[in-house]
């Protein structure tokens, strides 16, 4: 202590004023910060690259310009110290893994896009691929439900596939994990711990995925995982605690409201008086259904490292833990995860290393099975959540009323647990110089458990006396070995050759197997062996396919100045019959650094100007049945024993689907790298679509006891867009840094052919009975567009049911088939549907396209602000254009439905006699107050006010302060001095706020189960939580 | 390395081989004649789940307005003829009547393909099986869509899947040929208990014959004549069950309606659902649309509260129905002492309606397990040796306006008195129409005997329809008089009137959509199989 006091005594008596000039091979260098080292002075260059300062004699100054190498000046009593910098070639040319290899930035050919750990930072992510949303162009993320755990929809470049999985492939320390799963609840990716990953690396176009060949249509996400540095160790711990709260409330109605709705609603004859509501000033507000169901939330993570290396080896190990509560009671996840990797140079010529991770989790999905949120705001404020014994309680009779959501969200067991064993192991020899062998086998065994118990309950009038339990195991095990041969060299300092030579075999297997009980004689013991054995059922299933492949790819450099990339992947799989198991994919780009050329030589503003051009195709073998190239017998219990039928109708000539695609990119960098700019224009056909042909019904392929269709290679669909990434250094002064991101992705799909003219691919909602085409996709159109009915207005007064047309006759106005002008039928305050096809009435085949689920497009924007060791970051997500249905709003603010009801609902028309004693006509009738587009509250249902129409399709655009994050790094002298290298102490929070006109929960929708043709319906979606958290990153 | 590449590559074909276990492919299947009846079990339940969930009542019941379920978007619409090429069981069971022809023309086809190990009799009878059940199909499609496309050869058009339809008395014609053949190969006993016999098909073909009497040979739809040669043949088909067969009806009509009374020797042809289990497509889920309170399922799977029988049907029942009715509906004061047996049986109480009990039979603990959620295990009716009774006194009836025929009257009269209903000496059309609707309640005919009679007396049908029902009226339970009367015009539903067009249904929406062809004129069926003349 006397020492540092002394030292600075000294320091401070004999300061010199130091000048000079900074410079780089180009010339004078404005901007450079100039630190006094050891305190928190310093300044910068002015334009002409001068600067003057003030230091210790025997200080030192560091030198730091982004762009280039930092440097560190000893004054040694100088009073003039000029100074050249270097350009940081590392900094520009970070390195981006590409498939089976790594490459510098600089040598990109094709279409790839990096996410850096730090962005991990910023965000509260329990998922990977949250890091992703609006952080990387061209990938379109979006949740498909908020539930701890839940799934996400990944988009790159749009949706390249109809009936096949439109999920990335994701390389995860070289396993490969498919991304689709099908669910709502679940998520392959959601087993990973985002605090795990180093790097994100995105393969977009043909010439970059088609390396992956027959698995890479939809695109690669490579993830990497932290390794062990040489000659550094450190054990970090990380963690928050965070609180999670329901991000928006929806106005439903209380009990007041309700009763004097419901009173309304006995006059007009729907439903009968109820002599509870009598006097509905009596009443008070009732139950709140949302209050009751969704809770303020918990949400946990801890996560340990120990990572370093000797001279011939790094390690890491790492263990962490995640507790997320949901905010809706009956959801949760629990993670814990075991990374451990190893890596020696055994010697000059052979490296070796092996990688495991280990995960298990455990996830409540009660809510999102039981669609529970629906419920919840269908729920009607007179029925209360418990009695005075604390027993739940419910409505008084069991017809036509919703069950009690907190109680089955209580008393219902539906969990599932994963665990997972994620692998590899390699061995690489060096021959010479330039030539090494790699083998790297890899694995991922993952095991399923599941768990519902359904128990006995009585809630009111609602009772369920069976109790019952069912069990299932599923067991997936894949694996992969791969060779390959790379030859790396320069040739005559001009010629750069790298080649590499590969073979893959990839096999899929995966087993299940269940078992139920019921007859359980109380509700405590769930195990099926407390069931009542005659009641038991079991089941098992199982399936695998394999792929096997040669690839190769050569990139070639001349001069720095043109580089070609040439790949070719042949796969076999063994989802295709004989003589179509093969295809081959491929692909080449070409890229031309205009910077290097000597014209460029004056240019100093401009740092990098690349442009690239590739061309290439990748295939999809991701039929959802591994042997539709066959017939199958399906079998089904009977009566008389296992019968069979026919399962599906088989196609021999199946054979790949193919994604043709072109990319021209341009990448620039300019003034010193302060803004860089990465810009792609694409153009994506997928042909010979593998399609599960869209049959009529009477071929057989609908429902019970149907033969699923054949799946062909037929039509073909287009995906074309632009994205682009710019990123800004804004300022730099001093101690403030000021950086912005900003990422714009845009695409357009559409069909260009199926099978016939008239194909058609419907997707339907059935909400109790009713089954309703939601989207319809076919030929010349965008994927997956709503479909329905046209509101153009409604009945106002009887003029409104006439119009003159062409030659001045009076015709009537449309109405839906078979219905009279009439109280019962169509009338004043009922809504005028457009007669699409000019017949004189409403019927089917008047419904048109209501909306398109694809947004115009997407982007990002982040802010990160630094000073000393504060860093403020500010995301923002956004979505503009794209169309949501908002699908339960056709029953919450339908005023006649019995259950309850959007405030909005209030607003119906109110129709009234003009003369109460007159005549019950259209022309004595009129409307006198409500919403002007809201329909009139009626004993007939008749026209159907409520059919799906664009009444409930909403601008789903919004902007999202999605993550906001300030973090304070102590600083190093405050705590060096207890051994600690860095703490770094924040707060963050996600999901901010939304600026969005879309009136339910959330505008996020995403597709249902993964389903590209079901995106932005939102059916009683779990909200996304908001949520605040406060760690800690400690190092050491 | 060289060596580990080649090593490899010959190894290609075999691990691109990945069979299945948990599917049979065709290729080694149909191999000895117990596959035969494996690949027949199938077609008796699963591929007629979605015809049985819902369109079985809804349809045949419901839009003959035997009964009346106001807000129940399954039933009003067919009861009110407001039904669209959208409506949920309607879309559902043309894609079932689909499946049963889809999995029947596949299991012909590969029974066909099939090598030895098959005897050429087992072959023959296991096509009758199939060609039964696709027979019976057809004639739904053709008295519900009249023109529909025959599809025979599902393997055959799914590269070009746009076809014309048939005209619907191609249909019927296509069906008959099948049910004829069916009574040529059938056995005269069932191998396992619920099995098709002769005896079904003969009865199956006297509904068609004695149907296609009003269409084979008849133009005019008002002329009230039916053509002689098919009521000639309904007659002998009829004669062949009630004479040859040597069954007879249960003596009692409750027990036919019990889990007892499942393939019961009077039942011809029932649909075989698997009691005991939830798995959905192999159950029967009608008693939990029927059952009006959980304290009958003993579950929350019971939605029937307001689905009850109509006014229609409560005052067409003579007051000494005391049998059929107890079985069929549940009215004011009825008890049930195997429903609800922990609480000492069921009393039904409710005044404003009368449930439906067919279909109905309680819970998991009354029925000893067979009851699971949404499964009665109950088979499904689809033909009684009393129908086919009745038909024989129809089709001996024929174009007279009343018959004293001792064969008719005896026949007709043993339905009659085991109902415990007073013998008749002359029977008329009414008579016959009377008896087919009490006795059939809730088996899903009513609304096809009525399109059966549009097809020679078309207006007096929809007169009957719609001045002579009374739909959506309600009704209550007079204490005074210990009847139900008439009550308020139900004003949830329009109703609207039936014109010649509600004798058939619209296609399904998507049908229309992917096959335009369905609005152009029928095409004529090819036959390319000769008639079997079955009465020599």
Redesign the interface.
Same mark, same amino acid.
């Given at each position: 202590m006397f020492f540092l006091l002394s030292v600075s005594f000294v320091a401070l008596s004999q300061n010199v004023l130091v000048k000079g000039n900074v410079t780089d091979d180009m010339g004078p260098l404005p901007g450079v910060n100039i630190m006094v080292v050891g305190t928190s002075q310093g300044t910068i260059t002015d334009v002409d690259g001068n600067y003057s300062v003030e230091v210790p004699a025997d200080g030192q100054l560091r030198f730091n310009f982004i762009g280039f190498e930092s440097q560190l000046v000893s004054v040694d009593g100088r009073t003039e110290i000029n100074v050249q910098l270097q350009e940081d070639v590392q900094a520009l040319d970070e390195v981006v893994v590409v498939g089976y290899g790594q490459m510098k930035r600089s040598d990109l050919t094709g279409s790839v896009v990096s996410v850096s750990s730090d962005a991990i930072e910023e965000t509260v992510s329990t998922s990977v691929e949250q890091v992703l949303q609006g952080r990387a162009a061209g990938v379109q993320v979006m949740q498909n439900s908020g539930t701890p755990g839940g799934g996400s929809s990944i988009r790159i470049r749009g949706i390249s596939s109809l009936t096949s999985s439109t999920e990335p492939i994701f390389v995860i320390d070289g396993v490969i994990v498919d991304g689709s799963t099908g669910s709502n609840s679940e998520n392959v990716l959601a087993s990973i711990n985002p605090n795990d990953i180093v790097s994100m690396d995105i393969l977009k176009d043909a010439s970059a995925t088609a390396i992956y060949g027959s698995r890479a249509a939809n695109g690669v996400v490579i993830i990497n995982t932290k390794q062990g540095e040489k000659g550094k160790s450190f054990v970090s711990y990380s963690g928050y605690y965070g609180v999670q709260e329901m991000a928006t409330k929806l106005d439903l109605l209380n009990l007041q409201q309700y009763a004097i709705h419901k009173n309304n609603r006995a006059d007009a004859?729907?439903v009968t008086r109820d002599n509870n509501f009598i006097r509905p000033d009596l009443l008070g507000e009732g139950t709140d259904w949302q209050d009751e169901l969704f809770t303020q939330a918990s949400i946990q993570s801890h996560n340990l490292s120990v990572s370093g290396g000797g001279e011939n080896n790094t390690y890491a190990l790492a263990a962490g833990f995640l507790d997320q509560e949901g905010i809706a009671i009956g959801s949760g996840f629990t993670r814990y995860n075991l990374r451990g990797n190893f890596n020696a140079d055994v010697n000059d010529w052979f490296r070796a290393g092996v990688n495991f991770a280990l995960n298990n989790s455990e996830q409540q999905v009660t809510v999102e099975d039981a669609n529970l949120i629906k419920v919840a705001m269908k729920q009607t404020p007179n029925v209360a959540v418990r009695n005075a014994d604390g027993t739940f309680d419910g409505p008084d009779t069991?017809?036509?009323v919703q069950?009690n959501p907190v109680g089955l969200a209580m008393l219902r067991e539906n969990e599932n647990e994963k665990t997972g064993i994620r692998s590899n192991v390699f061995g690489e020899v060096k021959f010479m110089e330039g030539l090494t062998?790699k083998t790297e086998f890899a694995s991922d065994l993952g095991m399923t458990n599941t768990y519902r118990f359904n128990p006995s309950y009585s809630f009111g009038?609602?009772?369920?006396? $069976?109790i %019952?339990s069912t069990r299932t195991k599923s067991y997936s095990k894949f694996y992969s070995w791969n060779?390959l041969?790379s030859f790396d060299r320069v040739f005559a300092e001009m010629h750069t050759i790298k080649v590499m030579l590969g073979?893959e075999?990839q096999?899929s297997q995966w087993e299940y197997l269940s078992g139920?009980r019921?007859?359980f004689v109380s509700n405590v013991g769930h195990d099926l062996n407390l069931g009542?054995a005659?009641?038991s059922?079991a089941g098992?299933?199982?399936?695998?396919?394999?792929?096997?492949s040669y690839f190769g790819r050569t990139f070639y450099s001349f001069d720095d100045k043109y580089q070609l990339t040439a790949t070719l992947r042949y796969d076999?799989?063994?989802r295709f019959g004989d003589g179509n198991?093969w295809g081959l994919f491929p692909s080449a780009a070409f890229g031309w650094k205009v910077s290097n050329e000597s014209f460029m030589s004056g240019v100093s503003a401009i740092n990098n100007l690349k442009l690239r051009l590739g061309y290439g195709a990748v295939g999809n073998a991701n039929v959802r049945s591994?042997?539709a190239y066959?017939?199958?017998?399906?079998?089904?219990?009977? $009566?008389?024993? +296992?019968? @069979?039928?026919?399962?599906n109708?088989?196609n021999p000539e199946l054979k790949w689907e193919t994604t043709y695609s072109a990319n021209i990119g341009l990448d620039l960098n300019m003034f010193n790298n302060r803004i860089q700019f990465i810009g792609d224009v694409y153009y994506k056909e997928t042909q010979d679509l593998l399609l599960e042909?869209? @049959?009529?019904?009477?071929?057989? $392929? %609908?429902?019970?006891?149907? $033969?699923s269709?054949?799946f062909r290679n037929v039509g073909s669909l287009e995906n074309k867009g632009v994205e682009a990434t710019l990123s800004t250094i804004n300022m730099d002064r001093g101690d403030f840094f000021w950086k912005t991101d900003l990422v714009f992705t845009l695409n357009r799909s559409k069909v260009l052919s199926m099978d +016939?003219e008239?194909?058609?691919i419907?997707k339907t909602i059935q909400e109790?009975?009713?089954?309703?085409?939601v989207t319809r996709t076919a030929v010349d159109q965008p994927i997956g567009q709503f479909y329905g009915y046209k509101v153009i207005g409604r009945f106002n007064e009887a003029t409104d049911f006439y119009y003159k047309d062409g030659s001045g006759n009076v015709q009537e106005v449309a109405r839906p %088939?078979? @219905?009279d002008i009439? %109280?019962?039928?169509v009338w004043i305050g009922d809504y005028i549907f457009k007669d699409i096809n000019g017949d004189g009435m409403i019927?089917?085949s008047d419904r048109t396209y209501i909306g398109n689920p694809e947004p115009k497009f997407t982007f990002g924007v982040g802010n990160t602000f630094s000073y000393k060791g504060f860093d403020l970051n500010i995301f923002l997500n956004g979505f503009y254009g794209n169309d949501v249905i908002n699908y339960q709003k056709r029953w919450l603010e339908n005023p006649r439905e019995n259950h309850n009801l959007y405030t909005s609902a209030l607003d119906y028309a109110r129709v009234e006699q003009i003369d109460p004693d007159g005549p019950v006509d259209i022309r004595n009738t009129h409307i006198t107050g409500g919403d002007p587009m809201m329909p009139r509250l009626a004993?007939?249902?008749?026209n159907a006010n409520n059919r799906l129409s664009d009444r409930f399709v909403e601008d789903g655009s919004f902007i999202r302060i999605q993550d906001v994050s300030l973090s304070y790094t102590l600083p190093k002298d405050w705590i060096s001095s207890v051994g600690v290298d860095v703490v770094k102490v924040y707060a963050k929070v996600k999901n901010a706020y939304t600026f969005t006109k879309y009136s339910g929960y959330d505008p996020e929708v995403g597709s249902y189960n993964q389903d590209a043709l079901m995106t932005g319906i939102d059916n009683g979606r779990y909200p996304s939580p908001r949520i605040y958290t406060f760690g800690v990153n400690i190092s050491f | 390395?060289a060596i580990?590449?080649l090593g490899?590559s010959s190894c &290609?074909d075999g691990?691109?081989?990945?069979s299945?276990?948990?599917?049979?492919?065709?290729?080694n299947?149909f191999t000895s004649e117990s596959d035969l009846?494996?690949?027949?079990?199938?077609?008796?339940?699963?591929?007629?789940? &979605?015809f049985n969930d819902?369109f079985y009542y809804a349809l045949g019941d419901g839009r003959a307005n035997n009964i009346f379920a106001p807000?129940?978007?399954?039933v009003y619409p067919f009861t009110n003829?407001?039904e669209?090429?959208?409506t949920?069981?309607l879309?559902?069971a043309?894609?079932?009547f689909?499946?049963?022809?889809?999995?029947a023309?596949?299991?012909i086809n590969n029974i066909q393909a099939s090598g030895s190990g098959v005897s050429e009799e087992a072959k023959k009878a296991a096509l009758a099986e199939a060609r039964f059940m696709r027979g019976t199909a057809y004639w739904y499609l053709a008295s519900l869509w009249g023109n529909?496309?025959i599809?025979v050869d599902?393997?055959a058009?799914?590269n070009n899947?746009?076809v014309p339809t048939n005209p619907r008395n191609h249909v019927f014609e296509f069906a008959i040929r099948d049910l004829e053949f069916a009574a040529k190969h059938l056995p005269l006993e069932a191998r396992?208990n619920?099995?098709l016999t002769q005896w079904s098909a003969y009865g199956m073909l006297a509904r068609l014959y004695l149907s296609y009497a009003g269409l084979h040979n008849v133009d005019n739809r008002n002329g009230g004549i039916r053509d002689t040669e098919y009521l000639e043949l309904a007659k002998k088909a009829a004669e062949k069950v009630c004479v040859e067969s040597g069954l007879e009806l249960n003596e009692s009509y409750a027990e036919l309606f019990t889990l007892d009374g499942n393939n019961d020797p009077e039942s011809l042809f029932a649909l075989?659902?698997?009691g005991?289990?939830?798995?959905?497509?192999?159950t029967n889920t009608q008693q939990a649309y029927f059952a009006?309170?959980?304290?009958i399922t003993?579950? &929350?799977a019971?939605?029937g509260?307001?689905t009850f029988a109509s006014w229609d049907m409560i005052r067409e029942y003579d007051s000494r129905e005391t049998v059929r009715l107890h079985s069929t509906f549940a009215t004011y004061g009825a008890e049930y002492p195997e429903i609800n047996q922990a609480a000492g049986g069921y009393l039904y109480e409710e005044t404003d309606r009368a449930n439906i009990k067919k279909g109905v039979v309680g819970?998991?603990?009354d029925t000893e397990?067979v009851v699971?959620?949404m499964n009665s295990g109950l088979t499904t009716k689809m033909l009684r040796l009393a129908e086919v009774y009745l038909i024989y006194a129809e089709a001996i009836l024929g174009n007279n306006a009343s018959t004293t025929d001792a064969t008719a009257l005896e026949y007709f009269n043993k339905v009659r008195e085991r109902a415990g209903m007073p013998s008749k000496s002359e029977i008329t059309y009414e008579d016959i129409r009377y008896e087919r609707r009490i006795e059939l309640a809730m088996e899903g005919q009513y609304w096809y005997d009525l399109v059966r009679r549009s097809y020679y007396r078309q207006q007096e049908v929809l007169n009957y329809v719609n001045d002579a029902q009374d739909r959506a009226v309600q009704y209550e339970y007079d204490e005074a008089t210990g009847t139900y009367i008439e009550g308020d015009e139900n004003?949830?539903?329009?109703v609207?009137t039936a014109t010649a067009e509600d004798l058939l249904l619209p296609y399904?929406?998507?049908?229309l959509?992917?096959?335009?062809l369905l609005r152009e004129d029928p095409v004529n069926y090819e036959f390319v199989e000769e008639r079997i003349n079955l009465f020599q």
């Open positions: 004859g729907i069991d017809m036509y069950t062998f009038a609602i009772t369920n006396e $069976v %019952e060779n041969v073979h075999m096999k139920y019921n007859g009542d005659t009641t059922d098992s299933s199982s399936g695998g396919n394999s792929i096997m076999g799989s063994s198991k591994d042997y066959t017939s199958m017998l399906a079998p089904v219990t009977t $009566v008389f024993g +296992t019968g @069979l039928i026919s399962e109708m088989a042909v869209p @049959l009529p019904a009477y071929m057989g $392929v %609908e429902g019970q006891g149907s $033969v269709p054949p +016939t008239t194909s058609t419907d109790g009975s009713e089954t309703t085409i %088939e078979g @219905l009439s %109280e019962t039928g019927n089917e004993a007939s249902s008749s | 390395m580990a590449g490899i &290609d691990f691109l081989e990945v299945s276990n948990d599917t049979i492919t065709l290729d299947f009846r494996v690949a027949t079990a199938g077609l008796y339940g699963k591929v007629w789940f &979605d819902k807000y129940s978007d399954y003829f407001t669209t090429s959208l949920g069981p879309v559902s043309w894609g079932s689909y499946n049963v022809i889809g999995q023309n596949n299991t529909v496309p599809i599902n393997a058009i799914v899947p746009v396992q619920g099995r075989q659902w698997v005991g289990t939830t798995e959905y497509g192999i009006w309170s959980s304290e003993g579950d &929350d019971a939605w509260y307001y819970s998991a603990k397990g699971a959620r004003t949830a539903q329009q609207a399904p929406e998507s049908e959509v992917q096959n335009p």
